[in-house]
């Protein structure tokens, strides 16, 4: 396995100022990936309560739906069957 040793201190200007300008690149390219973690995260977490927000409603409505109320007023009412006759006929 190759072993790299890199001294900064014993490199001339020219070396310095390159390994410098590579570990500035190294640095933000790093925040540049953390950045674009922190929004794919913010962004899953946010679809994520949004999913659960829309069951619970989905939830609660066919609860409220379980049960038919409304208002109704009687147009007419039946006549009672003539007396005398069994009931069905």
């Known amino acids: 396995m190759a072993v790299v040793d890199v001294n ?9 100022i ?7 690149a190294l640095l933000v390219l790093g925040m540049f990936f ?11 977490a946010v679809v994520a309560l949004l999913r659960l927000w829309w069951l619970r409603r989905r939830v609660r409505k066919a609860q409220e739906e ?5 208002e109704y007023t009687v147009v007419e009412r039946e006549k009672p069957p003539p007396p005398g006759l069994p009931p069905g006929r």
Do not use: M, Q
């Open 8 to 16: 900064l201190r014993r490199g001339n200007l020219a070396e310095r």
């Open 66 to 70: 379980r049960y038919l109320s409304t």
């Open 34 to 44: 953390i950045v674009a973690a922190l929004v794919a995260g913010s962004i899953l």
């Open 18 to 24: 390159l390994f410098g300008i590579l570990a500035l």
